[in-house]
């Protein structure tokens, strides 16, 4: 960096750089920045990957009953069999595409119907404002999935039905959250000076306001494609969503529950495969948030960095009780929350 | 006080009022003639035209809303589409069941929830704190219906120490009661669980670090008493907003979990009316539910506001 | 300082580039029932190829003014006339159009710059939002604003992190003379920055406007600051202007009790080590602009306060050929000026 005459050496030169790489590596350091990322992509990429290419992965059709019921694992069907005699893994690959379209389907509406009215109320404010607000407030005092039961019910039960249910669900808190983005954006300097240039309210929305206000947004879609996820199964599992023999992880732990008494073993595979897949992107969206939002990360690296610092302690102290992890009273100065 | 309640209320009646009518509408939409669905097979023209008479379906939108809304308030919540008895009858008959899943549910969220918090605050980036952290996204992350299906065959069926499916209400057979309602509760408190743990755990770690509690260690005091009866007083208000605002994911979820504990409430009833295409009665529990969250969130509301002179 | 006599923009002759006629800002504050007058009736002109000084302590309503001036601030009486055309009055197209000729370099420079932007995206916005030439043509232009600032290419394609304050500012004032201005806006556009950096960015600003001929409106709490610059300078109190004099004759001779006790409290003009200046430093504090003082605004404080000063608010009144003042006792007063 050049000095220019006027600057005395040695004054400070504005804010330190932050460990930013580029777009590219942010996107390297989000999935794969840390152990529990690298997993939650691995995840996510093998989910995708059946979702894409079902029918290479699967080892039979989804429906087709030939097999004989309620077998256990084996090499043949490697998580078994169902009370029709259809092979589980096969259903649960098919189930897995179900549950990535439900996701798909469920945030995309909640994106695009969410953020356009989050930026029209933030930025517009007034009447418009206080009555899209009003709206949402009232959508969110539904418990969602009770919504989502009365929208499909008068849509008529199928995946994309419960799954346009289930994005109305969650439009109003995308929506707060993009106007509350806004308020703040609206009131920065550049937004200011972008107006002083004579840009159209249109530019400076697309500019500078939607840009600089979505970072939370995406970080809430993240978590809600898990919710989704579970929004789907729930939907289906009592008949509502992905329509019977249609393999859905819903829809396996239905049929699962009926046999529980004499195959347990059936609501293991769906329900272990919900779990996961919604772990993984609720990993995802810790890590975005933690790449994303400096402060936030420099909190997490300070955790982790007193984490090592006391494992080092007890090791200098107490050789033999190395990994009883169990310390006396907190340190001072422990951090706060995430 | 007294003004900030009037306050309160009054912003709370638009909310109420586009609730009422974002139901009403909604079930408008759906297709099919309720006259036709009540009047029968083989009925005629002539029945069906009375009998939309009678329902007042030829009346403008709004009439419609008004008269279903009066009498609603009134207790009056029409006749279900597909066993002819009133709503308002099927919904009591359904209601208990569900009040006591949902106490239940929450006593094992806040038990389980605030002594994980405590243990995990105090135990901050050890060790503890991480596996507590780990179980309790693992939680958050299952479906609260999976997880009862999986106590199901685990606790009941395995080892019979509960029954599978069923209900019996408190107050007809209390210690039979408990007993259909032990693993529903942990179903579906799980979650709430996690959430209250996680949340306890942030707001005790600050103020375990303030200046309140230092005084009272160097005092003299033992870190148990602190921490139970201390630093816990001080974190009530927020939890109990926090506790506020799980009762509208409760409801939710108490739906799914009814199913697979084959519990006769609310969320049976509504999954019922829902296959059926049974619309007052869906209309009545929407009504019920929403009205309930409302209520609550209002409650949280003024008791926040009131505690915190800030807010105001 | 630039080019005009000191006798001041508004000879007869001229028009003035900027004339602001009793202007009048009102908040609404949630919860009260009064709203919150900044500014109240504020009248002033800049001249063509003028450097104006505007004064204040914070809380006297200069930035308002700036912002009312930009229309970044609806006004809620007055007038704002550039060059012969009412700026508050215009909507729509005809006011994006118009205000292209006053820019703003505002007071945090972090603040002013899109993180996301480089600085060749951000110089380049105003161009586009003018639609000022073809590619090549923004290039040239952009390339060559940055250059006028002393910031070499180097900096096309960084973004605001990787600057330092004065870089940013620099980087600031090249975009605001993007559009060509006639007129810019300085709100504190020196104050967030190290005090050794300033001079710089007030050489800049006094070179950049000699050699393009435009008029400077330059806001600050800070005289010295403001005395190294303007042409003319008037001073803000309260949301009222308590003098407006040429600036030689403002620092040697104010009229005005407030400006007295302005100057007696200046730092000493030898650049201090110190990244803060402070505020100027009078006896007791600032009335709330909620509640002004009844009468002179300023009698709360004033050492020469009489009973008059309490029941009649004293009209900002021409005392000389190019000195206003707001004081009853103008004329009477021998008050003292920097001392030499």
């Known amino acids: ?338 | ?312 | 300082m630039s080019a005009v006599a000191d006798n001041g923009a508004a000879a007869a002759n001229s028009v003035p580039l900027l004339s602001a006629s009793e202007l009048k800002v009102d908040f609404k504050l949630p919860g009260a029932k009064a709203p919150l007058r900044a500014v109240d009736g504020v009248s002033f002109e800049i001249g063509r190829r003028e450097i104006f000084g505007l004064i204040g302590e914070s809380g006297s309503g200069k930035s308002t003014i700036a912002r009312a001036i930009m229309q970044l601030t609806p006004v809620s009486s007055g007038e704002v006339v550039l060059g012969g055309m009412r700026l508050d009055r215009l909507r729509g197209r005809e006011l994006r159009r118009q205000r292209q000729r006053v820019q703003m370099v505002f007071q945090d420079p972090h603040d002013a710059l899109d993180p996301r932007m480089t600085v060749r995206q951000a110089i380049e916005e105003p161009l586009r939002a003018g639609n000022r030439g073809s590619r090549a043509d923004l290039d040239d232009r952009v390339t060559d604003l940055l250059h006028r600032v002393d910031l070499d290419d180097s900096y096309l394609d960084r973004k605001p992190h990787t600057m330092s304050g004065g870089q940013k500012q620099r980087v600031n004032i090249a975009r605001a003379l993007a559009l060509e201005p006639e007129l810019l806006v300085c709100d504190e556009a020196v104050s967030s920055l190290d005090v050794s950096v300033r001079a710089g960015i007030i050489n800049l600003l006094a070179d950049l406007q000699r050699d393009l001929d435009i008029s400077v409106l330059f806001i600050s709490h800070d005289l010295g600051v403001v005395a190294h610059l303007a042409d003319r300078i008037g001073v803000l109190y309260l949301g009222r202007l308590a003098e407006i004099a040429p600036a030689g004759s403002l620092l040697a001779r104010p009229r005005h009790p407030y400006t007295e006790a302005l100057l007696a409290a200046e730092p000493e003009p030898v650049p201090s080590t110190r990244r803060v200046s402070r505020p100027p430093v009078i006896a007791g504090e600032m009335p709330s602009a909620a509640s002004p003082p009844s009468g002179c605004r300023f009698r709360t404080r004033c050492r020469y306060v009489q009973e008059l000063c309490g029941t009649q608010e004293p009209p900002l009144q021409r005392v000389d050929r190019d000195t206003l003042v707001a004081c009853h006792f103008a004329d009477k007063l021998q008050l003292t000026g920097r001392r030499a």
Request: some cysteine; proline content about 6%.
């Open chain 1, 1 to 338: 960096m050049e000095q220019l005459s006027s600057e005395l050496p040695g004054t400070t030169r504005g804010t330190p750089r932050p460990a930013r790489r580029g777009r590219s590596g942010v996107v390297r350091h989000w999935l794969w920045g840390d152990l529990r990322s690298r997993l939650a992509t691995c995840v996510v990429a093998i989910v995708l990957l059946m979702a894409i290419a079902a029918p290479l992965i699967a080892r039979y059709s989804p429906t087709a009953q030939n097999f004989a019921p309620f077998l256990g694992p084996s090499s043949a069907h490697w998580l078994g069999t169902d009370d029709l005699g259809r092979d589980v893994w096969s259903r649960l690959v098919y189930g897995a595409r179900a549950s990535m379209e439900a996701a798909g389907i469920a945030v995309a509406l909640a994106l695009v119907v969410g953020v356009p009215i989050g930026l029209l109320a933030g930025f517009r404010g007034g009447w418009v404002d206080a009555v899209l607000m009003r709206v949402a407030d009232t959508v969110l005092s539904f418990p969602g999935i009770i919504l989502a039961i009365a929208i499909t019910a008068v849509l008529g039960p199928n995946l994309v039905h419960s799954m346009i249910a289930v994005g109305i669900t969650f439009t109003p808190s995308i929506a707060r959250l993009t106007r509350s983005q806004v308020l703040v954006t609206k009131e920065r300097a550049y937004t200011e000076a972008a107006v002083s240039f004579g840009n159209s309210p249109w530019r400076i929305v697309m500019r500078h306001i939607l840009p600089n206000s979505i970072q939370p947004v995406v970080i809430q879609a993240t978590f809600m494609l898990g919710l989704a996820v579970i929004a789907e199964a729930s939907l289906s599992f009592i008949g509502l969503g992905v329509q019977y023999p249609a393999p859905s992880f819903g829809v396996m732990l239905q049929s699962a529950s009926q046999f529980i008494a004499i195959h347990p073993f059936g609501v293991y595979p769906p329900g272990v495969a919900i779990a996961l897949i919604v772990l993984a992107f609720n990993a995802l969206g810790d890590s975005l948030r933690d790449v994303l939002d400096p402060v936030a990360s420099t909190r997490r690296r300070v955790r982790l960095a007193a984490r090592k610092a006391r494992r080092r302690t007890l090791r200098a102290r107490a050789p033999i009780a190395v990994g009883t992890g169990h310390p006396q009273a907190p340190a001072a100065g422990t951090t706060n929350g995430e």
């Open chain 2, 1 to 312: 006080m007294r003004r900030l309640l009037l306050e309160r209320l009054v912003s709370l009646v638009p909310t109420l009022v586009l609730a009422t009518l974002g139901i009403f509408w909604l079930v408008h939409l759906a297709p099919g003639d309720p006259a036709i669905t009540l009047a029968g097979q083989n009925a005629t023209a002539q029945q069906i035209a009375t009998i939309r008479d009678q329902l007042g379906l030829n009346q403008p939108f709004l009439v419609q809303y008004w008269h279903w809304l009066t009498h609603a308030v009134s207790g009056n919540l029409g006749t279900s589409l597909s066993t002819r008895e009133s709503v308002a009858s099927e919904i009591g008959n359904a209601l208990p069941a569900t009040l006591q899943l949902v106490v239940g549910a929450l006593l094992v969220a806040v038990i389980a929830g605030t002594v994980a918090g405590v243990v995990s605050a105090r135990r901050a980036n050890t060790a503890t704190d991480a596996a507590v952290a780990t179980l309790s996204s693992a939680g958050a992350a299952m479906p609260s219906f999976w997880l009862g299906l999986v106590l199901v065959s685990l606790f009941a069926l395995k080892a019979h120490w509960f029954p599978a499916t069923g209900f019996v209400s408190i107050t007809s057979n209390p210690g039979q009661a408990l007993t259909y309602l032990v693993l529903p509760s942990i179903a579906l408190g799980a979650s709430g669980a996690a959430e209250i743990s996680r949340q306890l755990r942030a707001q005790l770690i600050e103020i375990l670090a303030s200046d309140h509690i230092r005084t009272l260690r160097a005092k003299g005091l033992s870190e148990r008493r602190i921490v139970w009866l201390h630093a816990l007083k001080g974190a009530t208000v927020p939890m109990v907003t926090i506790i506020g605002l799980q009762v509208r994911w409760f409801l939710g979820a108490v739906v799914v979990v009814e199913a697979v504990f084959g519990i006769p409430g609310l969320g049976t009833l509504m999954v019922g009316a829902a296959q059926n295409q049974d619309y007052p009665v869906i209309e009545g529990v929407v009504l019920l539910m929403a009205a309930i969250v409302i209520v609550v969130n209002f409650a949280v509301d003024v008791c926040y506001r009131l505690v915190d002179p800030r807010i105001r």
